[in-house]
């Protein structure tokens, strides 16, 4: 008892990473119900078709016995014929198991890239942060295609082979139990070697799927900043970096190969051992007539049929383990919770007057504090501009503000709410956003417009009203015009345009631009200002710009400085008494 609750102390302390490992099996099996039903029948199946292949050789052995040492040829005949027949419903049975495996295998790696992808999107923007883009694209993409591997060519096989060694063994010693047991005393030291070549194998495929990972990073860094890299003549470095990764990538595959070559010919050698040894002993047993030659031939074919599906496994380990580590991954994302989707469930009130408030706010991404002591609110309807030097906190503002993280001390309250408690879709649906980067999705300029509610945007008349359906006469295809892959077929300014009028056409109670003018050209962020202020008249707007036109455009003006709020008032106000913000607007001003 000491023991058990030993052992189920550190089962519940230790991190999830490795506990997952000693129950990966049974979690990916848990992990899509609908497969249970179509996976029990294909089993059935391939039951059927195993039962089926140990008739062949007792059908051998019987045309040996009473065929051919009788010089029977009929009853020979006979035993052929039904042998043939039993071939041609094995071919059937056996068709129709591997394509019922097939499709539970697409079935279930379909599955799981549906859960992953709902889960990727429903994890926090802090997780994203902390992991590489190129290493979450091969969990959905190289992990995945393990899968698909596994599905396609390991899973039939797999589960025929564990069938047919199981039907092997009953055979066996249903024929002769002596010569069975002698066949298998070799078998405990294949178990240890086995055991050996697993211990090894699992930390391997474990290193090569991590190193997968590393290579695509590597690689998505490398053609994502190509323009950057070929400026700065950085190629031969950049070279250098992913040599260093894709050789460890090497090492490790090299491993693997390693560990198969030492497995796979003791393997054999057991086989050909077992086998020897029933020959040895069952040409003795004949010569003493407690044998047939038809009992031995039976004997060497259901030994051929426990070995080679054996060799068979091993074979087909690189797959499993390679499928094996990819849940792994897979499970390792799953593994994360969402925090704030499952923080707080209320969905305010909208007619309230404040709209935003802080609350002596500090946060911190995990490391040194960001901001300090930081508090103001927000009324209906203001339009607020966020101005600092770099690094001041004014991003960091806009994500608590997004919701993309709550604070680390203090309170931000929605609708005199906290944000603790308001639900993630109140969020969602109630705050718009523009980012820095601003992003486009493949498809035409109509459909990433209408994005946020496709089926209730009208926006020929909304563009119309707001006077901008003449600026996109432009294209060859007016709104129709495709962007390309992140918006790629049209210009920094027209994309970041783009976004804006997205967020606008969202009519959200609340919209945040982080720097979303930044590429805009004099006119076409005039153009979206005023839309701006005739569509959105009644909505509040956050604006962080280091543009002097966005800023003169706002009713209040919220200045930043090392994570502190150092003034928050309107333009001719902090001109004549905030410094800090004199500085900024002495600046601006020279620029511009």
């Known amino acids: 008892n000491l023991l058990i609750l030993i052992s189920h102390y550190f089962w519940k302390t230790k991190h999830r990473k490795y506990r997952m490992r000693d129950n990966t099996f049974v979690r990916s099996f848990k992990l899509v119900p609908e497969v249970y039903r ?219 190969a390693k560990n198969i070559a030492i497995y796979f010919p003791f393997l054999e050698i057991t086989r050909v051992t077992s086998i020897a040894v029933v020959i040895w002993f069952g040409a003795a047993r004949i010569k003493n007539g407690t044998l047939t030659v038809g009992e031995l031939v039976a004997l060497l074919f259901y030994l051929n049929y426990f070995f080679d599906p054996l060799i068979q496994l091993s074979f087909n380990y690189d797959v499993l383990r390679s499928a094996g580590s990819s849940m792994k991954k897979v499970f390792s994302i799953l593994d994360e919770e969402p925090m704030l989707s499952k923080t707080g469930n209320l969905s305010p009130e909208t007619d309230s007057g404040k709209v935003i408030e802080f609350k002596n706010v500090d946060f911190s991404y995990g490391r040194e504090t960001v901001l300090h002591d930081v508090s103001f609110s927000i009324n209906r309807g203001e339009k607020i501009a966020i101005v600092g030097e770099t ?38 649906k109630n705050i718009a956003y523009v980012p820095q980067e601003s992003f486009l999705f493949r498809g ?44 790629a077929n049209v210009s920094a300014g027209e994309r970041q345009f783009i976004a804006l009028l997205r967020a606008v056409l969202a009519k959200r109670q609340i919209i945040v631009f982080d720097e979303a003018t930044a590429n805009l050209d004099i006119e076409s962020e005039s153009s979206i200002l005023d839309a701006t202020d005739r569509l959105l008249a009644y909505q509040t707007s956050i604006v962080i710009a280091h543009r002097l036109e966005t800023i003169l455009n706002a009713e209040k003006i919220l200045v930043m400085s090392e994570g502190k709020l150092v003034g928050f008032d309107n333009h001719q106000n902090l001109l004549s008494n905030n410094k800090i913000y004199q500085q900024l607007f002495s600046a601006w001003n020279l620029v511009n």
């Open 38 to 256: 179509p996976f029990f029948f294909a089993s059935l199946i391939a039951l059927l078709g195993t039962g089926i292949r140990m008739i062949g050789p007792q059908l051998i052995s019987r045309g040996i016995d009473n065929g051919v040492m009788k010089y029977d040829y009929q009853y020979l005949l006979q035993q052929c014929l039904f042998y043939f027949l039993t071939l041609v419903v094995l071919y059937f049975v056996t068709s129709k198991a591997l394509l019922s495996i097939g499709l539970v295998g697409e079935s279930y790696v379909k599955r799981i890239r549906e859960k992953l992808f709902r889960h990727m999107s429903s994890l926090d923007i802090n997780y994203f942060e902390k992991n590489k883009t190129g290493v979450l694209v091969a969990r959905m993409t190289s992990d995945m295609q393990s899968l698909n591997e596994f599905a396609r060519e390991g899973a039939s096989s797999i589960l025929t082979s564990l069938l047919t060694i199981f039907g092997a063994t009953i055979a066996v010693f249903l024929v002769d139990v002596q010569l069975s047991l002698l066949s298998f005393l070799i078998l405990p030291l294949l178990g240890i070697a086995t055991r050996i070549f697993r211990n090894h194998a699992d930390k391997t495929y474990w290193s090569v799927r991590e190193w997968i990972g590393q290579v695509l990073s590597s690689l998505q860094e490398g053609i994502s900043g190509v323009r950057i890299i070929q400026a700065y003549s950085d190629e031969t470095k950049q070279l250098k970096r992913f040599k260093e990764v894709n050789d460890e990538h090497l090492k490790a595959n090299m491993q693997s």
């Open 391 to 428: 690094g001041a906190g004014k991003s960091t503002i806009a994500k608590l503000i997004l919701r993309f993280y709550l604070p680390t001390k203090g309170d931000v309250q929605f609708y005199e709410e906290s944000s603790k408690d308001i639900s993630q879709k109140w969020a969602r």
């Open 444 to 487: 035409s300029i109509r459909e990433n417009l209408i994005y946020s509610n496709p089926d209730k945007i009208d926006l020929q008349t909304e563009l119309e009203n707001i006077g901008l359906i003449d600026w996109f006469e432009r294209y060859e295809n007016g709104l129709d015009q495709d962007v390309g892959e992140r918006g």
